[in-house]
């Protein structure tokens, strides 16, 4: 049987590094010149209001461009840039600035490549199997050729989230949210595994120039790791980038599942790696955030750590989606905030769509409409105070901790936009994060 071909190259220079990583792995083999050719970027989160690092979260702009000056090079002329950036699919603002900022509108002016906000262009319902339907953005169904560029990055959710996991983004929003569903038959690795079926064909390219432990968002741990993946076997290349990341597809549940759909081995055996060895360059990058829990309370340990006691903040489960993921790290910020060194009344706090109160708490936090509506009535609740919409409102946060005794600052809250700014100070003294990888000159 004839190898899946995967390249892996040490990324050097701009233009040089990304053809090599294109050719040694023949990722145009199955391009023409005429195709309408879609670009897939990862932008999984923007910030208008302040800077952010970007390293490992978000596509770089250096990689992007080589892959449009590489596609122009081969002749092809209609070339589209696409993705959903998370935000109010009514903000337009934020996808503009985003596509401003990281150079997208030169790329328009130089090659004549064309933009697209995703969740402002039509949806089509594509049915997926075992009963299943997700909405995909119509651009994407409709071209000839998909190059998907994820970053190289773990998952506190999904391990990892490399070339699959990236055409979430393609997906209208309830779409998104169904992914993180309650069923534990068809969970969230079962959606994410289905993702590329309705694809063209393609090319993925892993761009490593920078890679992220715990993703997927900027407070996550970034690296420069100055590695590209590419193969024209979406599957092939997130084995692979799994391996970088120093972990095993067989305990990926969505690569699993997308290979056991396409009666392949998760043990890379029928792949072919040109280039560099995996194992020279492989390092692990943890994906999960690690809780205790005793009788004193359940909460990630950085809060163990600080002493708070009598709060039971259940660790989030693949049921909680983008939008709630987004308010967690806000909430367990101002909870750390807020501790005096007095235990609380055994507070626990729920969120996702799965979870259950236990008996004998003082009192019951629920994040977000669906916790409420499944928990709202529950018998082991002795009081009851939640964030009841979608996605929870900042605001009813504040009360619904307030309420429960836990005293909670909602400046934090109000100044949510200039949040991101604080993760800067992380890399800001540090000459390997440039930020001049996602600009285009
Ligand atoms: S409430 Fe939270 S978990 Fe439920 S659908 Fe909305 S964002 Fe997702």
Redesign the pocket.
Known sequence: MRKKLVSLVRYAKPYESVRKAVFNCNGFSRLSPGDRVFIKPNIVFWNKNCSFPKWGVITTSRVIEDIVILLKEYGVEDITIGEGIVADPDDTETPDHAFKTLGYQTLNKRYGVKYINILKRPFKKVELGDGISLKFNEDILESDFLVDVPVLKSHNQTVVSLGIKNLKGAIDISSR?KC?SADPLQDLHFHVARLADPMPPGLTIIDGIYSLERGPGIDGQMRRTNLLVASGDILSADMVGTKILGHDPAEVGHLVRAAARAGRPVDLSDLGVVGEKIEDVASYHQYNFTYTSGESGEMPRALARQGLQGLFYRKFDH???T??SRLNGVILTALRQAWQGEPWDNIEVLT??AMEPSPGMGATVLI???MYRKNKDHPNIQKLFAAKR???DPHDIVTAFNKSGIALDSTLFEQIDKLPEFFMTRYQDDPDFDETFFRIT
């Open positions: 949210k993180h049921t909680m989606c939008y709630c996702g769509k977000g409409q669906c979608c996605p929870p």
